[in-house]
């Protein structure tokens, strides 16, 4: 969990269950527009949950040859 100097507060809501929206608020310290935080947010969230996917996919790569190891 690494926090960006430059943003002061983040958060968001869902307006409504049956809604596929979803606002943020993102209030940055300076003149900073928003928009890149954001940006920077999504990255750093693609690269946990490539991380995870890999993680995951590497696991069941080794499970399964581990119960190919006792079939035999």
Request: aromatic fraction near 10%; proline fraction near 6%; hydrophobic fraction near 35%.
């Amino acid at each position: 969990w690494v926090l960006d100097p430059d943003v002061q507060f983040c958060g968001y809501c869902i307006t409504h269950p049956s809604e596929s929206k979803i606002n943020f608020r993102i209030q940055t310290r300076g003149a900073l527009p928003a928009v890149e935080p954001f940006r920077k947010g999504l990255n750093d969230l693609m690269g946990v949950c490539q991380h995870v996917l890999n993680t995951f996919e590497r696991s069941m790569k080794e499970f399964r040859a581990q119960k190919e190891e006792e079939m035999q």
